[in-house]
Structure formats: structure tokens, C-alpha cells
């Protein structure tokens, strides 16, 4: 089956960095997403990933590696506002989408 | 502003109603999705279409039926629900290009099935 794992929750404190992991079982590999949703919004685009490395904008950066099934998104200088659910999703090769549970990122003051 | 829209934004109904969900795309899409978004699960993908055929079906109850009158409206239509669909339901879009494409989301119509 397909599989894509991230942590239920992570708690950091603002102006701090932190790594939300993805890992990844899915057959094929056509990219990587990660995006971003407010509670009681809409998902909104983040990064995508479909070669080896890191990919960098602005605070946040995201990292990809195929051969170990796994990426990260770091959100550097963290502000409040940055308390969100981060969703990583993989691109099958059926080219369909196979989404993560998503992380609850908390930060604190 | 993500460029999809999405009405009502909350809904509450029996098991008995019938009621329909709407999307509308600003943004020249040529492809339109319906997710359900339940607490702690993975985003469940239940329909697509793409240049308003229906593509995808993923075994959803047919208590749901989907319509794509054009490439900018979606709607979801409800009857004789369970309280188990009382979820998030987003609608997506994306221009289809060779599988690049970005997916993106409404802010979802919060259902309640009493």
C-alpha cells in the first residue's frame, strides 16, 4: 500500500527553528508537495520537490531525498503566525496526489 | 485569496435533506477535485475532473454525486447521508500540464450530518 508518515503534532517556540519530517512509500515518484493550513482555511502551497536537494524560499525550505523516501520542511525565524497543520503529499506514478495526516505545529511564545 | 471559492462555508443537516456544495475557480483551471478532510486523516481525494469529464471515483457511496456544468463550477450533491460524512470537504483546482501541476483549494464547506 501506499504510505506517506509525518508527525501528529510539534510544538516550538517563536523565533526558533524547526523540522517537520515526511517520509514516503508510494509507487512511483512524480514530486512533493507541502503545504500549509490554518485551521478552519484553505490548504495553501508551500514547496515542491521532485529532484534531490534542498529548495529554498524565503523562512521556509524544504528538502527532498528519493532514494531514502523522504523530505523536511524547516521553517526558520518562527512567528506566531507560522501555527498552522503542514500537509506533505506525494505525486504517485498514476500522477495522483497521496496526502500525509498532516503535523499540528504549536508555536509558542 | 486562493483564487476557488466554495458555499456554503458550514452546513448542518439530517439525514434526510438533500442539499448541494459549490465551487467556482477564478483562475483558468482545466481540472477540478473534491477532497473530505476528517480530523487526523490523511485528505481522502473523491472526485476529479478533468476538462469536465469525470476521471477519478474513489469507490465514494453514491449518497455523492458530483456535476461539472463547465471548467469554473463544481458541485457536490448530498442525499441521505450518515453522521460518518460529517467532515471538511474541499474543492481544489489545477491547470493540468504534465503532471507539474499545483493543486489549488477552497476553504471548504464544514458539514454536519445530525
Known amino acids: 500500500g501506499q504510505n506517506i508518515d509525518q508527525p501528529t503534532e510539534m510544538t516550538a517556540t517563536e523565533g526558533a527553528i524547526v523540522q517537520i519530517n515526511c517520509t514516503y512509500q508510494?509507487?512511483?515518484?512524480?514530486?512533493l508537495f507541502w503545504y500549509q493550513q490554518h485551521a478552519g482555511e484553505a490548504p495553501t502551497f508551500l514547496s515542491y520537490n521532485v529532484l534531490d536537494g534542498l529548495e529554498e524560499k524565503g523562512r521556509f525550505s524544504s528538502f527532498l531525498s528519493r532514494s531514502k523516501g523522504y523530505s523536511y520542511l524547516l521553517l526558520k525565524e518562527l512567528q506566531m503566525k507560522d501555527s498552522a497543520s503542514y500537509l506533505c503529499?506525494?505525486?504517485?506514478?498514476?500522477?495522483?496526489?497521496?496526502w500525509g495526516a498532516g503535523t499540528k505545529l504549536i508555536i509558542k511564545p | 485569496e486562493t483564487g476557488v471559492t466554495q458555499t456554503p462555508r458550514h452546513l448542518v443537516m439530517g439525514m434526510t435533506n438533500k442539499k448541494s456544495l459549490k465551487c467556482e475557480q477564478h483562475l483558468g483551471h482545466n481540472a477540478m477535485y473534491w477532497y473530505k478532510q476528517s480530523a487526523k486523516k490523511p485528505l481522502e481525494l473523491m472526485f476529479v475532473y478533468s476538462l469536465e469529464e469525470r476521471v477519478e471515483n474513489n469507490s465514494v457511496p453514491s449518497r455523492f454525486s458530483p456535476e461539472c456544468p463547465n471548467s469554473s463550477h463544481l458541485f457536490l450533491h448530498l442525499h441521505t447521508l450518515q453522521p460518518e460524512d460529517s467532515a471538511l470537504y474541499l474543492c481544489?483546482?489545477?491547470?493540468?500540464?504534465?503532471?507539474?501541476?499545483?493543486?489549488?483549494f477552497g476553504p471548504g464547506t464544514r458539514l454536519l450530518v445530525l
Open positions: 508510494t509507487s512511483g515518484f512524480n514530486g
Open positions: 481544489a483546482s489545477s491547470q493540468e500540464r504534465g503532471g507539474q501541476e499545483t493543486q489549488y
Open positions: 503529499a506525494v505525486r504517485d506514478s498514476n500522477y495522483q496526489l497521496i
